[in-house]
């Protein structure tokens, strides 16, 4: 009896398999299969476990078990998935400046040789060097922030959202904070304006109508419950026509002779002429402190050009309070990121960041520059490519519909555009493109134009794949 149990397999199947002729291979014999390469043991197990895993519920919803070459194979190419990190770079034919999906603002050289000197070792992050003591993360950015903005005082936390709520939770918590009817939005990513004031602990009252709002509205709604005015630069999309929305001058009259707050969220957090770029106004930091707002908001990744973070500056004994909250803690932000903001930074306040931060140098390419790198890949793609004039779009909820003129190749591929965009975005590098009319676009001003080489070798390659499955 018992040697009879030791033959009844040790596998044990769940009732509603239904019964499989050829067996799976156990771990150990996909492991004697692969060899050895080198490979960790305990992650080849790993990945044979997973793969034989799959397999197996692969037959118990009906599938056909895969032969053992097949369970190999695949666990070979789980293998190498597993060196390559999840986070690539891309490269961005796809003209949107600032592609929040795509990682927002490129850093500066600058930026990035800053991140790299302070990743390597040490540093004076929360040490001051003078006196031999402990020193405060926030110090570093303070006084540059007050050079280059012109605020009194200036915080930075994770982001901008981070800032929004931290600023709501330190003065509006248990009180209501007034907001247009038209800024009560969504800014993206279900990001929405009412959730946020609503966790952060504020009573949301909103003024106005969709279109139009006064400055009256405001006063109107004043209690002796509220603490402040929010305005929301509403930057991702526009009410056009019969609108009509208080100045910020009007709204810190109101607030300011009530006693409250004028608190601005201003998105994007631009602190230069946008016009001289040839792109509308964009709102400037410095327009609203001098329109009277006692915080300022604002994302470091968006216009600004540096890495993610979110800014607060303004009146200096608000953000004394805001740096001395517990959550200044919850929401501080590494010392990669002060580095490279700082960087960032010192690129404007040497007035250099026309040529130093890849968003203002991407906006200024002249149009001939650019035409002359799409017409390369042009000819590398061949026939089915011409030049197409187009629009770069600034992107990051910033200037909604407003951008910057450019030239595009346009291929209209003979095996379909959707196709051929996914040919290039899938094989590394991966290049991002868009869709058009049935073209694909390819916009060198989103792109280095260290990268142009490896776009019109791949636009070569595809014409020439296309050339061979067409018997050409
Ligand atoms: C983008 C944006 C935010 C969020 O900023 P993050 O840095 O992405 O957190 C908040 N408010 C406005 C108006 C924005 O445009």
Known sequence: MAAFAEQIPVRRYTLTMPPNPRALPSVDAVL????????????????????????RSGIRDGGTAPTHDDIVARVRSLLTQHLIPSLRPVINAGGVILQTNLGRAPLSERAIAAMDAIARGYSNLEYDIEAGTRGSRHDHVRELIHRVTGAEDGIIVNNNAAA???????????????????????????????????????????????NRTYAHDY????????????????????????????????????????????????????????????????????????????????????????????????????????????????????????????????????????????????????????????????????????????VTMIGGGSLPGEGVPTWCAAVRPPGGADHYALALRTVQPHIITRISDGEVLLDPRTVDPRDDRIIAERLDALRTNNKTAEGV
């Open 219 to 390: 006063d109107a709604a004043w209690t002796e419950n509220t603490a402040a005015i929010l305005r929301v630069h509403t930057s991702n999309f526009r009410v056009v026509g019969f609108t009509t929305e208080p100045t910020l001058n009007e709204l810190a009259t109101v607030a300011h002779h009530r006693s409250g707050l004028l608190l601005d969220d201003l998105g994007s957090g631009c602190l230069v002429d946008t016009t001289t770029y040839g792109i509308p106004h964009e709102p400037t930091i410095q327009e609203s402190l001098a329109a009277g707002a006692d915080l300022a908001l604002f994302s470091g990744d968006k216009l600004l050009g540096g890495p993610q973070c979110g800014i607060i500056i303004g009146r200096a004994e608000l953000v004394t309070r805001l740096r001395t909250h517990p959550l200044a803690r919850s929401l501080r932000v590494d010392k990669l990121t002060i580095a490279a903001f700082i960087a960032t930074l010192m690129s404007y306040a040497e007035g250099r960041e026309r040529d130093e931060i890849p968003v203002w140098r991407m906006a200024s390419i002249p149009l001939s520059t650019v035409r002359r790198r799409a017409l390369r890949w042009v000819r590398a793609a061949g026939p089915a490519a011409r030049l197409r004039e187009s």
């Open 164 to 210: 929004l709520s931290m600023a709501l939770q330190v003065f509006a918590r248990g009180s209501e904070v007034i907001i247009s009817r038209g800024q009560a939005v969504e800014i993206g990513g279900g990001f929405r304006i009412p959730d946020v004031l609503r966790q952060s602990g504020a009573t949301l009252v909103e003024v106005g109508t969709t």
């Open 32 to 55: 004697r299969a692969l060899g050895t390469d080198g490979t960790p043991h305990a992650l080849a197990a790993n990945a044979a476990r997973t793969v034989l895993a799959e397999a």
